[in-house]
């Protein structure tokens, strides 16, 4: 049954996309077409046709309802495993947190020399550490600016000939625009010509690992492989002003920065890439965490200075020398 149902998924889904007038519009086109081509409303006793009508509705209806709630109950208990899966996983690292502490072990006098260098440098990350702290109390726009000649300065070979992201963390290419977030991309493809193009003028196929659009009869603007798989389901295509075919793509993984549109694209520098704080705010609170900790990281890199994870260490050291204010560390190893 449920093949069956979707045979003609593609024609109707066709046919919608070309009723501007929305579901009144397409459904006024079915009647219409039951009118004029067959004996639906004739054919049969009178009041027949109407029962069937509101029998087919009355089946539908109950299930879509039924097909909501099974959504809902799905996402509810998938967000309560989700809930107890993070309580758990909490609960295991801060048990593990509390069961481990910082080891203490002789060392020889060459192995002392090598503390007091890492010791050494430690201070000059301290000092660079308060030359970030002056740079805070600087306009923004000093700070951003010597902070973006020195990233800039520090960039890795193999990124010297990526692009720039554009203001929306995609890229504008000769013959389309794509913009991104973690969760979706957006692609834009104008046309340059002298009609008001339709569905019917348009070639658009979306598939879970690449896509074609264009005009028919006409090589394609974008085909290929994409980045990394979609959502079929959830994604979707416009025509904008009669002019630009607008498609949008619905990520599988959400936690990731696309590079590229297809693979035969240039490619984008993802490290420059900028998520904006109303993108993060649509997201839940564990992913929107891991996200706003990838971002410290990547910016306490890029500064010389430690990342959270280091940073913890230090202080889980700094604590317990605090507190054993008798034992001589200038000998010891921490591991």
């Known amino acids: 049954m449920g093949d069956d149902e979707e045979k003609y998924d593609g024609m109707l889904l066709v046919m919608a996309q070309q009723h501007e007038g929305g579901i009144q519009e397409l459904v006024n086109t079915f009647f219409s077409f039951l009118r004029r081509k067959t004996d639906f409303f004739t054919g049969g006793e009178t009041g027949a046709a109407e029962v069937l009508v509101k029998d087919a509705l009355a089946h539908h209806s109950q299930l879509a309802v039924k097909s909501h709630k099974e959504k809902q109950m799905k996402q509810e208990k998938e967000k309560k495993e989700k809930v107890e ?23 020889t006098d060459e192995e002392a020399e090598k503390l007091q260098t890492e010791l050494d440098q430690k201070k000059k990350e301290e000092e ?20 973006g000649s020195e990233s800039e300065g520090e960039e890795d070979e193999k990124d010297k000939d990526k692009l720039k992201p554009n203001a929306e963390n995609g890229a504008d290419l000769p013959n389309y625009r794509w913009t991104q977030s973690l969760s979706e991309v957006d692609l834009a493809v104008p046309f340059d010509v002298k009609f008001r193009i339709k569905g019917r003028d348009v070639v658009v196929d979306i598939q879970r690992r690449s896509i074609k659009v264009g005009l028919k009869g006409q090589p394609p603007v974008i085909e290929g492989e994409l980045y990394n798989e979609v959502k079929v389901e959830e994604s979707s295509w416009l025509i904008d002003d009669g002019k630009v075919v607008t498609v949008h793509l619905e990520k599988i993984n959400k936690m990731e920065w696309w590079s590229k549109i297809v693979t035969t694209d240039p490619e984008i520098n993802t490290k420059k890439v900028c998520p904006e704080n109303s993108k993060l705010s649509d997201l839940d609170g564990e992913t929107r965490g891991m996200v706003e900790k990838m971002m410290y990281d990547q910016r306490q890199k890029s500064m010389g200075l430690p990342t959270s994870e280091e940073q913890k260490k230090q202080d889980i050291l700094k604590k317990f020398m605090a507190q054993h204010p008798e034992m001589d560390f200038s000998k010891a190893k921490f591991s």
């Open 85 to 107: 899966r993070a309580a758990k996983l909490a609960e295991e690292k801060k048990k593990k947190t509390n069961e481990e502490g910082p080891r203490i072990q002789e060392l």
């Open 128 to 147: 660079k550490k308060k030359t970030a702290t002056t740079n805070a109390e600087k306009p923004p726009e000093k700070v951003e600016k010597e902070k």
